[in-house]
């Protein structure tokens, strides 16, 4: 199985973006998934999280109210819609997709940059 991120790139101060995460061969409605984000010396950090089903989500406070995490399970696809971007939300996303057996799945992760 695998995740293949697509989407980010550049983006304007306080602008938006949309980032896509298509699995396959693997069941992925019985799969939690995550996005991350990692910057220049820091460790890789959860932003936004939905469950299975997509009834649950939650956000890191650093994105809370502008960033929005969803999930297709009839196509295998899972988004987040970045807005208001910020000059500190730059770095790489990457989606990550977790089973209850601990079986888990990493994107190839996108680069986001948010020029000022």
């Known amino acids: 199985g695998q995740l293949v991120d697509s989407g980010g790139g550049l983006a304007q101060l306080a602008g938006a973006l949309r980032h896509s995460c298509a699995a396959s061969?693997?069941?992925?409605?019985?799969?939690?998934v995550a996005w991350y984000r990692q910057t220049p010396g820091k460790e890789r950090e959860m932003v936004a999280h939905?469950?299975?089903?997509?009834?649950?989500?939650d956000y890191a406070g650093s994105v809370k109210g502008r960033f929005s995490i969803s999930r297709d399970n009839s196509l295998n696809m899972a988004y987040i819609e970045m807005s208001s971007l910020k000059p500190e939300d730059t770095g790489m996303y990457y989606c990550?997709?977790?089973?209850?057996?601990?079986?888990?799945?990493w994107g190839q992760g996108t680069q986001v940059t948010v020029s000022s």
């Open positions: 990550r997709a977790d089973s209850e057996e601990a079986n888990v799945y």
């Open positions: 061969g693997f069941p992925f409605s019985h799969y939690e």
């Open positions: 939905i469950s299975s089903t997509g009834y649950t989500t």
